[in-house]
């Protein structure tokens, strides 16, 4: 799914609530918002594990589960870990993940790159002129020439990135820029010797830095000698920096791979089948199906073991891996097994162990996830797992999934493309089978609580034209012995359909009289027994008229009139047009000659209903929520079609598998002393097992829906349900340049910019039989192609029709050239409108949201405006340290080199135009500051007020940070100061003392409570004490009342207690069995 712009809200820096302020003070001054959130929340009770409501990806029908395991944070970072599981169906050849099949563990982040032609370095790139439809002759011919060499880049390879919530793509222009596809203002940069790895900067400042890196290399077996060919394909994430010095490490171990990612196969033919050859002769070869050929892939890997910061405070987590051998599909695909987080005394804090189920077909299935405290687990159940075969198995549909069919080619059947059909080379049947490709499939998720959720799949619908067909006729016609007519009989046959007319024809010879002894010969058997048939049209010019031929090794053979081979079948075809009419002419000769003759054909012309048609992958079709096994069940069932016609496909099913191609070979002729060079072209048709053009152009779903219906409770909408409408637009073929062979696996152009994107969505009530449906809310969104950033980069797709014999200077004529784009858009939700209904669906309440982005420069929301038919239009802007109200407002220009660019310094909230509101931060970088960039002053103020020229007020001055970025004196607008002093490693505030300054409350602390209250008689002060890792244990409040906070063996909350031991809450748990 696409990460919109669009921002409901946008953070302020240090300008949260504090919990701890006293309401006195809050109704006196009204700076409590200013205030920074330095006090930790008071614990609450362990979450037991929510349940149900899975979510499902509606435009694709994709159950879309995580599962949340924990988190490692700093002062200032937070690294969750959390495990994914998203399907629309497995994959006969994937490879299961390191947590098994269909699952992913989320953790730290990584750099893919898909490379396309040769690696973007060294650097070999060749690019055309800039305008290359109105350069001249001569440079496109240089281009052209250039792009025909071996190791010329004609193409960009495509870098995809995902870390801590940041995801998109980028390519690389022909100076080495960054060109982000979905324009984002992450600062991409190559770091590291020679440039090798990569620092990713996000729009808060914080750095991430890839330089753990993976190789794969490939090779082929089975047709020859191959070149192996390896590159970097990953950048492992390794270690995160935030401006106020936190650190966050991971640490990775080599793993490597070896394995068969991959079988193919290709059909080969001459076509035509007979072709000139030199000097006039003809060529002619048979077609040939080659062996399987393997598609090995050898791994470089890495793993990642560990995770830590550059404060032992913050504690560790490890990773560890099963053994050798143990749950892999392919030798070093080795499963997780442990995650465990430890203190900084080592001391074991979370264990997270894994459990995997590993068929006889050898894959491997993610079973159950179970926590330090064993009875949290979550457990999975899956389709028939051990049903699922062999990774290879040649039982695979068009886009690989799982159909159950036992074949024992790879190349498909039923190819019409080139009369292929006509062929028996006994190809694969590559149709979808729903009740083979859910197989493997995850059906249900029990959770900690013992309630769970049940998912159940059906097929991948679009709708179409289906054809149906009559059941054959076969004509029987026999000429018998006793028959000593000369004559033909005579037939007539209209076809109703354009079809493939079998014949079956037999003639053999019958003795009359006794048996002959054995090694007797027959004087009356000479031969001569005879039958033919010959063919002519009643409606049809003769030069039109079809001819009856049968299927060689070497293509199709004619005949005027078909002669019977004797004592054998004889099948051949004819290919009868529609409505047309033709006379059979069936002869027979020779005494005693029994002659047969079955003719099979569609009677009446096929019958063609709209209906919704199969394709590959699965979608769900229901989900089932049940709080226990005895509970009732939360019931949703989808629909993907519109509201009013649900059963009515919108899937939008892609491109049609194709599989062959034509190619050419150019063979040089002896001269005939009158030309220097002489050749000839030979045609030829390959059919490979894959189809050529990509099945999953847009994503990795390769069927969209435009329409999805959700009936709530039950089938038929039993307590209302929901609609939604998404845009379906694909990425598309690129446009040819060059040469008359149209590149079928050429990369797409990424057209599809806002494909998915939601545009409108509807509430449903309850549905009432007969009665159409009353919607009672609606959503709907507008979204903007924004100008202001538009890339494109052009990349071209070669390919190398034949070997040029007979060069001619400025001329090429043996390449195929396709010109592709990879485009960078700015795109954003441009306005959303809801509407409320009363129960009727009646009397709506129109609410209209407007954003603005109007600074390309930093892609920032900078107005947000709200008009509802009930309301005056309220509108805030936000003003950004690259907008040029801000230029002269202080660190400015270091914000925006360190790329700190998404916090707006500025916000004026509006009224019907009128301005009510303003509030302002001002940053600084001192020693007041650590020298580090911080906020200093927030400045605030409502409109109309009573001083000068509406000015500001200072509403909290930031008086004193520590090294690493953490308050330790603010004051407010009172003057009042307030001093929090930090301990566990400047992790943790220990004590928050207010009318103190920082240096009057160091110098009063001590680790005895009484002393320190008596030290400072005038402050209020409440101090804090904790279990690392774990939570807060002790509160005490300025009175000197203590709240004890303490926990089970599992480090979950167990009570909490006053100052007396009283125990004001108890938390037990529970888990159903």
């Known amino acids: 799914m696409h990460k919109l712009l669009l921002k409901h809200s946008v953070k302020t820096l240090f300008l949260l609530s504090c919990l701890f302020t006293s309401a006195v003070l809050l109704a006196q001054t009204d700076t409590g918002k200013f205030l920074p959130n330095i006090t930790p929340p008071s614990p609450v009770a362990g979450e037991l594990g929510k349940f149900g409501n899975v979510p499902v990806g509606l435009f694709t029908g994709t159950a879309n589960i995580s599962v949340p395991l924990l988190s490692f944070k700093t002062k200032d970072l937070e690294s969750p870990l959390s495990l994914s599981y998203g399907s629309n169906g497995l994959k006969v050849d994937e490879v299961a993940s390191n947590v098994g099949m269909g699952w992913n563990l989320n953790v730290g982040g990584v750099i893919t790159r898909t490379v396309r032609d040769q690696l973007d370095e060294p650097i070999t790139a060749v690019y055309p002129p800039d305008d290359l439809p109105n350069a ?37 222009d022909k100076n080495g820029v960054p060109v982000l596809i979905n324009n984002q203002k992450i600062k991409i940069e190559k770091t590291g010797t020679g440039n090798a790895d990569f620092l990713l900067t996000t729009t808060n400042g914080v750095k991430y830095y890839f330089t753990e890196k993976e190789n794969t290399a490939f090779r082929n077996m089975g047709a020859g000698h191959s070149v192996i060919s390896g590159s970097v394909t990953a950048w492992y994430l390794t270690k995160i920096v935030h401006p106020n010095k936190s650190e966050v490490y991971f640490t990775y171990e080599d793993t490597g791979m070896d394995y068969t990612a991959s079988n193919s196969q290709t059909f080969t033919m001459a076509y035509p089948q007979m072709q000139e050859d030199c000097n006039g002769g003809i060529y002619s070869s048979a077609p040939v199906l080659s062996g399987i050929v393997a598609y090995n892939m050898t791994v470089s890997g890495k793993r990642i073991t560990k995770i830590y910061s550059n404060n032992a405070t913050d504690g560790y987590i490890t990773i560890a891996y099963s053994t050798v051998g143990i749950n892999e599909e392919v030798d070093g695909n080795s499963k997780i097994e442990f995650i465990s987080q430890y203190n900084a005394e080592n001391l074991l804090i979370e264990k997270i162990s894994f459990n995997y189920l590993k068929t006889a077909n ?9 926590f330090f405290d064993p009875t949290k ?18 039982s695979q549909d068009h886009w690989g ?14 190819v019409t493309e080139y009369s292929l059909n006509d062929l028996d080379y006994n190809g694969a049947d590559k149709e979808p089978d729903i009740n083979f490709a859910k197989t493997g499939l995850l059906s249900k998720v029990v959770y900690p609580t013992k309630g769970y ?14 054809t149906t067909y009559p059941a054959k006729k076969v004509d029987q016609y026999k000429r018998i012995p006793e028959d000593t007519s000369d004559l033909p009989e005579v037939y007539t046959l209209t076809s109703a359909v354009d079809q493939k007319i079998v014949f079956n024809g037999y003639v053999t010879y019958v003795r009359n009289g006794p048996p002959l002894a054995e090694g007797e010969n027959d004087p009356y058997d000479t031969g001569h027994d005879i039958a033919s048939l010959q063919v002519t049209c009643v409606d049809t010019p003769e030069p039109l008229c079809p001819r009856f031929y049968i299927n060689s090794r070497f293509g199709p053979i004619y005949y005027e009139t078909f002669n019977f081979v004797r004592r054998q079948t004889n099948i051949f075809y004819l290919d009868a047009k529609a409505g047309k009419t033709y006379k059979l002419y069936f002869s027979k000769g020779g005494l005693s000659t029994n002659a047969t003759l079955s003719v099979s054909y569609y009677p009446t012309a096929p019958v063609v209903t709209n209906t919704n048609l199969e394709t590959g992958g699965v979608r769900i079709k229901t989900t089932k929520d049940f709080a226990d096994a005895s509970a009732r069940a939360s019931y949703k069932r989808y629909y993907y079609g519109p509201k009013d016609d ?3 496909s919108s899937g939008d099913k892609g491109k049609n598998a194709f599989y062959t ?35 999953f152009d847009t994503g990795s779903s390769n069927c969209f829906y435009k329409y999805v219906t959700v009936s709530e409770g039950g089938d038929n909408f039993e307590n209302g349900g929901e609609s939604k409408e998404f845009i379906v637009h694909r990425d598309d073929i690129g446009n040819p340049i060059l040469g008359n062979e149209i590149i079928k696996s050429a990369p797409l152009t990424n057209f599809g910019w806002d494909n998915g994107l939601e545009i409108k969505s509807q509430v449903l009530q309850k549905k009432q039989t007969g009665l159409p449906f009353v919607v009672v809310q609606e959503n709907e969104n507008k979204y903007k192609l924004d100008p202001a950033y538009s890339k494109e980069i052009k990349s071209y797709t070669v ?26 858009y700015w795109f954003y939700v441009e306005s959303s409108i809801n509407r409320s209904y009363d129960l009727n669906g009646l009397n709506p309440i129109e609410t209209t949201t407007t954003y603005q982005y109007s600074n390309p420069t930093h892609i920032q929301l900078t107005s947000q405006s709200t008009k509802s038919s009930l309301k005056e239009t309220l509108e805030t802007k936000y003003y950004y340290p690259q907008d040029a109200v801000m230029a002269s407002e202080p660190q400015v220009s270091e914000m925006i080199t360190t790329n700190r660019i998404d916090t707006p310094l500025k916000t004026e909230m509006f009224k019907a135009g009128i301005k009510q509101s303003e509030q302002k931060t001002e940053y600084a970088k001192d020693a007041t500051t650590g020298n580090l960039l911080l906020p200093k002053f927030i400045y605030a103020a409502k409109f109309p007020n009573a001083l000068p020229g509406n000015a500001l007020e200072k509403k909290i001055t930031y008086d004193k940070y520590d090294d690493v970025g953490n308050i330790l004196q603010y004051t407010l607008e009172s003057g009042m100061p307030v001093a929090i002093i930090w301990g566990y490693n400047k992790t943790k505030p220990i004590a928050k003392v207010e009318n103190a300054t920082y240096d009057q409350a160091l110098a009063a602390y001590s680790l005895t409570d009484p002393t320190f209250r008596t030290n400072l008689p005038g402050a209020m002060i409440t101090t804090y004490s904790y279990k690392p890792l774990v939570g807060i244990t002790t509160i005490t409040d300025p009175k000197g009342f203590i709240t004890t906070y303490d926990y089970d063996t599992y480090n979950r909350l167990k009570t909490v207690k006053d100052n007396l031991g009283n125990v004001l809450s108890e938390n037990q748990y529970h888990y159903k069995n």
Request: include cysteine.
């Open 136 to 172: 001249t002759n001569e440079q496109r011919q240089q281009f052209y020439t250039a792009a025909g060499q071996g190791n010329a880049d004609t193409e960009s390879d495509i870098y995809s990135f995902n870390f801590n919530g940041n995801s998109g793509k980028f390519v690389y």
């Open 362 to 370: 050898t894959r491997v299935f993610l079973q159950n996830v179970t």
């Open 377 to 394: 687990k979550y457990t999975f159940e899956y389709i028939s797992p051990s049903a699922f075969p062999q990774r290879l198995s040649k």
């Open 401 to 414: 999934y799982y159909n159950g069919k036992v074949n024992t080619n790879l190349v498909p059947k039923n």
């Open 453 to 466: 959720t049940e998912l159940e799949y059906e097929s991948n619908t679009y709708w179409g034209a289906k």
């Open 646 to 648: 649900i059963n009515h």
């Open 661 to 695: 191609d034509i190619f050419k070979q150019r063979r040089m002729c002896p001269s005939d002393g009158l030309s220097l060079c002489r050749y000839v072209d030979i045609t030829f048709l390959t059919m490979s097992s894959s189809s050529i053009i990509s099945l």
């Open 799 to 824: 390919r190398k029709n034949y070997d040029e014999l007979c060069p001619q200077a400025n001329y090429v004529e043996n390449l195929s050239i396709v010109e592709y784009k990879t485009k960078g």
